[in-house]
């Protein structure tokens, strides 16, 4: 039998380049499992302000520095609650500081009171691309009558609340990605992956290599090779 004796480093313990060695072990320390939980829930609540029912489960993503990357979500819309929350800001009452690009939608406001007695059947909806990342927009009007009459004048302005619907739409994925990746770039960054490997109380050979294996070896039971078959 052969001891080794081996003196282990907390990461404060470590010089400069042994620091760096460790944090570049462990870059991915903080991202290794569902880490964008809590942004998809802050992006739910937020657009839950302005009329959005996002549904969480079709909210999707790639990240973040290669071609192709981007982010897409699903949602159902109560179109009057948000026209009037955009003309509001009222998701500043959840995100105080939040800057959003939006305009009220410049249609005939004959319009408006259709949709807001259902006069208009519709059910309009954010969708997330199938086949890559973006969104598009439905505003599931199909027949307009109201009590024998159809209203034919009204589909050129509803095609210009469908658009202004997509530009919505779009400035919020927008903000989700961009969000992702902010959150992404932290978790990712020196001084978080420091402060998880400070929390989870992790040690270092003196040039950085991570040890913690070692320490685990050292709480096994020996093997009884008298008990043994050979």
Not at 15 to 39: C, G, P, S
Not at 168 to 182: D, G, H, P, Q, S
Not at 203 to 217: I, P
Request: proline share 3%; charged share 30%.
């Amino acid at each position: 039998m052969k001891r080794i004796t081996l003196k282990l480093y907390s990461f404060n313990e470590l010089d400069r380049d042994a620091k760096q060695k460790a944090l570049t072990t462990y870059r991915d320390l903080n991202v290794n499992f569902d880490w964008w939980d809590d942004e998809f829930e802050d992006f739910i609540e937020l657009c839950s302000y302005i009329g959005i029912a996002v549904i969480k489960d079709k909210i999707k993503f790639r990240g973040f520095y290669s071609q192709g990357d981007g982010s897409g979500f699903s949602a159902k819309v109560d179109m009057p609650k948000l026209i009037t929350a955009i003309e509001n800001q009222t998701w500043k009452d959840y995100a105080p500081m939040q800057e959003f690009p939006f305009t009220a939608p410049g249609i005939n406001r004959r319009v408006l009171p259709l949709l807001a007695k259902n006069i208009l059947p519709n059910e309009p909806q954010i969708i997330s691309r199938s086949q890559q990342y973006g969104v598009v927009v439905d505003l599931g009007v199909y027949v307009i009558n109201e009590n024998g009459r159809e209203h034919d004048n009204v589909f050129e302005e509803l095609d210009k609340l469908e658009e202004w619907l997509r530009k919505i739409a779009e400035v919020l994925n927008r903000y989700l990605y961009t969000t992702l990746e902010k959150q992404y770039e932290f978790l990712c960054s020196d001084t978080a992956i420091k402060e998880s490997i400070l929390n989870n109380d992790y040690l270092f050979t003196a040039d950085g290599r991570s040890a913690n294996y070692l320490e685990q070896l050292t709480k096994r039971k020996p093997i009884n090779l008298k008990n043994h078959d050979h």
